[in-house]
């Protein structure tokens, strides 16, 4: 079952806002990533995480804040968030982190922030 | 510079129709995977297949056929007898042991199949 979960679906939120993405697969991956899409254009990198541990954070803002409670599960906290970060939020999955694992990527959270 | 280059970003076909989807990529590594994946409007990307430096060989899964070709840096995707179902938006991808492991993308070409 090469199944990866997001919740919620979609996501409105205003700029003084706390929220929550959540990510999850039961597949034994130990590579999870946060990517960001907008319109139009290829998915941006944003996070990778390797055996819980923050692996890769491409200079994202620190208005979001990755977490990784176990090996099958992915959050991105979203706080004070500006108009420009409205775009859809996919999670993807990989065996391990290297050069040959293909990713899993789930179905996305698309956001709007107000 | 790009390091993945999808040229078409459009294509219309009518179904039956046969549709190829050019991929360029750029890399100094000797060790590197390439990969297809599907973006359908509900948004999920979907793995359609991986290729490695070291391998040449030309593929297919039904419909699809893939051909790799290092003289020409290119790893193009064929659908043979397109379907309404294979319109979409497709992403060639570049994996790099000297970048990271990280994918990069190219920036798509959204096919669209009509009936």
């Known amino acids: 079952d090469t199944e990866v979960t997001q919740t919620p679906k979609h996501l409105v939120m205003g700029m003084t806002n706390k929220k929550s993405l959540k990510c999850e697969q039961h597949?034994?991956?130990?590579?999870m990533y946060w990517y960001k899409q907008k319109a139009k254009k290829p998915p941006e990198l944003m996070f990778v995480y390797s055996y819980e541990k923050l692996s890769i954070n491409e200079s994202v803002p620190s208005r979001f804040s990755p977490e990784c409670p176990n090996s099958s599960l992915l959050n991105l906290h979203l706080h004070a968030l500006q108009p420009e970060d409205s775009a859809l939020y996919l999670c993807?999955?990989?065996?391990?982190?290297?050069?040959?694992?293909?990713?899993?990527f789930g179905p996305g959270t698309r956001l709007t922030v107000t | 510079a790009q390091k993945v280059t999808q040229a078409q970003t459009e294509i219309s076909v009518v179904e039956k129709e046969d549709v190829t989807l050019d991929c360029v990529y750029e890399t100094r590594d000797t060790t590197y995977y390439l990969f297809w994946y599907k973006q359908p409007p509900s948004g999920e990307l979907v793995f359609l297949i991986r290729r490695n430096s070291f391998d040449e060989q030309n593929e297919i899964s039904g419909r699809y056929s893939w051909n790799f070709q290092k003289s020409t840096s290119s790893f193009n995707f064929t659908i043979t007898a397109s379907q309404v179902v294979d319109s979409a938006v497709y992403f060639c991808?570049?994996?790099?042991?000297?970048?990271?492991?990280?994918?990069?993308f190219g920036g798509g070409t959204r096919l669209m199949v009509k009936p």
């Open positions: 993807a999955s990989s065996s391990r982190q290297g050069v040959s694992y293909e990713q899993y």
């Open positions: 991808a570049l994996s790099e042991r000297n970048a990271g492991n990280m994918l990069t």
């Open positions: 597949m034994g991956h130990r590579a």
